[in-house]
């Protein structure tokens, strides 16, 4: 079975809408991808936290992207319950992709390969549930008068009454607990309470100076170098990835070494160069702007003279 990551509620069979609905249900509205530390608005509604921050930011108008109604970057609240929805819905969606793709054909297959049932299957079936049963019977150790297998009893006693389980069966137990703990997130969480990290409060830019500006990023060990605006901007886009990874539970949180390769990785798509729009010689058009309107008033005449033609006709009929 693939288990590979698919990124798109209709990877469900059309008979699933439900799934559709739930997998689409708990994606941002802003990245149409699963909610990355979701945060809520007053009026109701979830984005992924940069997401939402980042559009914010990018807009001089403050209002929620789904609904319009005025909001700001200080109404937004961690929703922790969502969070807990996606992580648990991640690991679990491409393995019920397989069943609910694989359903369909299943059912048919085994309506057609299953053979009529008659009378005569009921003795065949009790005789081989009698045979496992006679497989699986125990008997009492004459010597630690434990129960063992009676298939095992002789090794039993050749290892001194110890009865090793069977190798099979071991691989079997932890294969199917790898998985399940996989599929159900049961993974081990830190004990214990540490102290939080505390989030980047909003800066009024314009009375910082530059010197002020560098020891705020020589706080998280960021570049310190690059003129004013750019220090604006890295300090800016490093608030919105610390705070937007606040908004995560703490299990779910990046390290800082992460977001400080999103933040390279922001500043060098920033500085990138791009294409510029071809820019309209303005003395070109002075030079000539007299030829431009000899065109335009040789044009004119025509018009006048077919709309004359076309009155003198009208008199003559």
Known sequence: ???KVIDDPTDFPAEAKSLQHLDASVRCPICSELFTGPVSLNCGHSFCSLCIRNTMAATSQS???SCRAPAKESQLRPNLVLEEIVSSWQP???YIVELAKNEQPARKKRRLDEPPQSSSAGPS?????DSKASEGAFVDCPVCEKPVPEGSINAHLDNNCITPAPKSSIKASSKSQIQWSALMGSGSKPKGKEKPDERIPKQSYDTLKDKQLREKLDEFGLQTSGDRTSLVARHKYWSMLWNANLDKAAEHRESREVLKRALRKWEAERQAPKKEKPVVD???LKTHNADFKK???AARPKKAVIEVADSDDEEDR
């Open 125 to 129: 079936r009790t005789s081989s549930a």
């Open 92 to 94: 679990a969606r491409a």
């Open 295 to 297: 065109l335009i008033e």
């Open 282 to 284: 303005a003395d070109y």
């Open 63 to 65: 209002q929620c992207p």
């Open 1 to 3: 079975m693939n288990l």
